[in-house]
């Protein structure tokens, strides 16, 4: 069975840190671009960061800009979203989506991947 888990998430005060995990059973993350999006409460789903098969990174999202970094560690079949300097406006529900093999557009499109996991709640607050 294919699918995709997400941990790592919890309730942090403003200016913490959070790394995510995103983790792949039944097929390898090696070959696979994998895209972090989130979803706050009457919002929709929008694309936070993505990592190509072949390392490239794009960060979708300017407010996250050199606070989030995204990883992977093949060993692992797993894929970290590292979030610092957290802001109360970054709560939300995170998910990760995987595509094995290339992507066919633009990384931040809901439609370019095939497997979500279930997402793991981020809460930002004082």
């Known amino acids: 069975q294919l699918q995709l888990e997400e941990s790592g998430g919890g309730l942090v005060q403003p200016g913490g840190s959070l790394r995510l995990s995103c983790a792949a059973s039944?097929?390898?993350?090696?070959?696979?671009?994998i895209g972090w999006f989130r979803q706050a409460p009457g919002k929709e789903r929008e694309g936070v960061i993505c990592?190509?098969?072949?390392?490239?990174?794009?960060t979708n999202l300017d407010s996250v800009k050199g606070r989030f970094t995204i990883s992977r560690d093949n060993a692992k079949n797993t894929v970290f979203l590292q979030m610092d300097s957290l802001k109360p406006e970054d709560t939300a529900v995170y998910y990760c989506?995987?595509?094995?093999?290339?992507?066919?557009?633009?990384?931040?499109?809901?439609?370019?991947?095939?497997?979500w996991g279930q997402g793991t709640q981020v809460t930002v607050s004082s």
């Open positions: 039944g097929f390898s993350l090696e070959n696979s671009a």
């Open positions: 990592i190509s098969r072949r390392g490239g990174v794009v």
């Open positions: 989506g995987a595509r094995r093999g290339a992507l066919s557009g633009l990384c931040n499109l809901r439609g370019e991947y095939d497997y």
